[in-house]
């Protein structure tokens, strides 16, 4: 009976913890110019959290989507303990980025992504994900 009382209690105590909140959390638009364009590119990017359920208790699911003049270039899953890379096409060219998580506090995940296109470096997206909720 001790036990049942005190793994209910361990439960609630975790349950009460900061958790990171869902939402969507922007990256302001970067501009990069081509070497074969006289246009400019604005490259800008949104970090999607949501809280799906896992038993008692539920854990954030993140999603990056990256995009170029207003149009998604690349997106998928965004976890929080390992670099992804991602890849698509915008304009007619070849684009990639590599994105980094970094968890700065118990419930606050940073996501750094270095943006190339044609495999040069045309910019990098932050994007904080944390307890309060966007916006």
């Known amino acids: 009976m001790a036990r049942t009382i005190a793994l209910v209690l ?6 009460c913890g900061p958790r990171t909140a869902a939402g969507r959390v ?4 970067q501009f990069w110019r081509p070497s074969t364009t ?3 590119w604005r490259i800008a990017g949104t970090l999607e959290t ?3 359920r896992s038993g008692l208790v539920s854990r954030p699911e993140h999603e990056v989507f990256i995009t170029v003049n207003g149009q998604v270039a690349m997106h998928g899953a965004m976890p929080r303990d390992r670099t992804v890379e991602f890849a698509g096409r915008a304009e007619g060219s070849a684009v990639g980025a590599i994105c980094t998580p970094r968890m700065v506090a118990q419930a606050t995940l940073q996501v750094t992504c270095i943006v ?5 470096r045309a910019t990098s997206l932050s994007f904080t994900a944390g307890t309060t909720p966007p916006g």
């Open 26 to 29: 922007e990256a302001g638009p």
């Open 116 to 120: 190339m296109v044609a495999y040069e």
């Open 38 to 40: 006289k246009d400019a």
């Open 50 to 52: 949501r809280r799906v």
């Open 10 to 15: 361990v439960l609630a105590l975790a349950a």
